[in-house]
């Protein structure tokens, strides 16, 4: 691979757990990789080998976890810096991070959700658009799972809506987080799916999920993805197109041959969808 190549199909993620396992996979068996680049920047010895190899194959994607993107704190542009000489280095052409904060006078380890007020919006995408700046490239943002929102002028949707015209970035679907939420807050997935931007829409995660009580799911990444999400992520390709779609799965890995049965299940669902939608509008 000698030019930077959005991913496309159906991909899985880099874990370190998972890398002997990957660098013996057949060729073919995923269309590409999403690593974190925070895991990997400036990594080396076997680890830091075993991902050049792997950069070789395969398309990598990259998702990012640390930049805090609506925290209070000025960006670690130290990261930023870092993080686009990763891109560049192993030709990475999407990069996305959270619609969230996760840290404040250092790092919190948790992905937290913002108010979903007006000021809160001017404030994250001015720092989208500076972290855009700084990368060199169009950046999406991932709408998170969250459990309580610290306060809500503005439905989830609009706010969303909002960031991503404000901001002018693009969207990572994850499709896992919009059902978690859908339940936990008693709002229609599909009316969520209908809301959103068609040209914003640029890649989808699906993981699963943990059912504490009939409403109230617990997104952890690591389980089998459930029926109710690959019906939902089916709701997505018709309005979307069969869009660039990551299996997320982050502990309790089982047997790479089930999780590539899984990767089997979103292509079987990406053939049956149109590559796009019919009309795609904002």
Excluded at 204 to 216: I, K, N, Q, R, S
Aim: glycine fraction near 6%; hydrophobic fraction near 45%; proline fraction near 5%.
């Amino acid at each position: 691979m000698t030019a930077a190549s959005f991913p496309q199909g159906a991909g899985l993620g880099l874990r370190r757990a998972l890398l002997p396992e990957l660098l013996a996979m057949e060729a073919g068996a995923v269309d590409f990789l999403e690593c974190t680049p925070d895991n990997w920047i400036k990594v080396g010895g076997r680890h830091g080998e075993g991902l050049a190899q792997l950069a070789e194959r395969h398309r990598l994607s990259c998702h990012g976890l640390s930049l805090s993107l609506g925290g209070p704190a000025p960006l670690d542009l130290e990261l930023l810096r870092n993080t686009r000489e990763f891109l560049d280095r192993h030709k990475v052409a999407f990069f996305s991070e959270h619609l969230s904060y996760c840290s404040d006078d250092g790092q919190l380890y948790d992905l937290l959700p913002l108010p979903f007020t007006d000021e809160a919006v001017r404030h994250v995408a001015a720092r989208i658009r500076q972290a855009q700046d700084v990368l060199g490239r169009r950046i999406a943002v991932e709408n998170i799972s969250y459990y309580a929102a610290p306060y809500q002028a503005l439905q989830e949707i609009d706010f969303l809506r909002a960031v991503l015209e404000e901001a002018d970035c693009d969207l990572l679907l994850d499709v896992n987080n919009l059902f978690v939420n859908s339940i936990n807050h008693g709002y229609d997935a599909a009316a969520y799916l209908a809301a959103l931007p068609v040209d914003r829409v640029v890649y989808m995660h699906v993981a699963g999920h943990y059912d504490e009580a009939p409403d109230l799911k617990i997104d952890t990444h690591g389980a089998r993805v459930k029926d109710a999400v690959w019906s939902l992520l089916e709701q997505a390709y018709q309005r979307f197109g069969a869009l660039p779609t990551l299996l997320e799965r982050d502990f309790n890995f089982p047997p790479l041959a089930e999780l590539l049965g899984e990767v089997e299940q979103i292509r079987a669902r990406q053939l049956a969808a149109s590559p796009w939608p019919e009309v795609r509008h904002g």
